[in-house]
T-cell receptor
Framework: AQSVTQLDSHVSVSEGTPVLLRCNYS??????LFWYVQHPNKGLQLLLK??????LVKGINGFEAEFKKSETSFHLTKPSAHMSDAAEYFC???????????FGDGTTLTVKP | DTEVTQTPKHLVMGMTNKKSLKCEQH?????MYWYKQKAKKPPELMFV???????INESVPSRFSPECPNSSLLNLHLHALQPEDSALYLC??????????????FGPGTRLLVL
């Protein structure tokens, strides 16, 4: 069994300040973990992924995430928010070869000028 | 090229109409997916095709009928839909079975409105 919990449904930051979007997971096996971003009326774009290599993963647009097995977490961070980062963010886990992924409920990121 | 294309971008249909959604990828992926996404919600998996065979059907009503004519194309045939079927329909593709590195690449979606 696998599940994902995104701890914040909404996060609001000021432009130029750090971003932290939190994700906890549960998995019976070693998981692969992903962060996707979805801008309004668009599809999902892959930001980054963890697949059992380095625990600190760097993605596109300055985002990075750290896999912490002891805390079952995969939080997404960015040092300095841009207005263009305002979007919906989804944390996703896959822990089997069955082709099924589990999505978190999403976090809406608002960036204030 | 990590592009998945979907047509049409928007679709309005009546409850008695028959229409089809199309998805195409040229990344050599052999797994393709249909998701349904309602507003302010995460995508919900509908179907998975692996090597052109239906491998997962998440108990989707029969008014949705998927088809995978070849390794690059995925269709979703719609018939007698209900207004609650209005949603964004997303297609995705990935390499199947490569351990757990099944990174899914998503298309831009088709926005469906059922009247």
């Amino acid at each position: 069994a696998q599940s994902v919990t995104q701890l914040d449904s909404h996060v609001s930051v000021s432009e130029g300040t750090p971003v932290l979007l939190r994700c906890n997971y549960s998995s019976s096996y070693s998981p692969s973990l992903f962060w996707y971003v979805q801008h309004p009326n668009k599809g999902l774009q892959l930001l980054l992924k963890y697949t059992s290599a380095a625990t600190l993963v760097k993605g596109i647009n300055g985002f990075e995430a750290e896999f912490k097995k002891s805390e079952t977490s995969f939080h997404l961070t960015k040092p300095s928010a841009h207005m263009s980062d305002a979007a919906e963010y989804f944390c996703v886990v896959i822990s089997t070869n069955a082709g099924k992924s589990t999505f978190g409920d999403g976090t809406t990121l608002t960036v204030k000028p | 090229d990590t592009e998945v294309t979907q047509t049409p971008k928007h679709l309005v249909m009546g409850m008695t109409n028959k229409k089809s959604l199309k998805c195409e990828q040229h990344m050599g992926h052999r797994a393709m997916y249909w998701y349904k996404q309602k507003a302010k919600k995460p995508p919900e998996l509908m179907f998975v095709y692996s090597y052109e065979k239906l491998s997962i059907n998440e108990s989707v009503p029969s008014r949705f009928s998927p088809e995978c004519p070849n390794s690059s194309l995925l269709n979703l045939h719609l018939h007698a839909l209900q207004p609650e079927d209005s949603a964004l329909y997303l297609c995705a593709s990935s390499h199947p079975g490569q351990g757990r590195e099944e990174t899914q690449y998503f298309g831009p979606g088709t926005r469906l409105l059922v009247l």
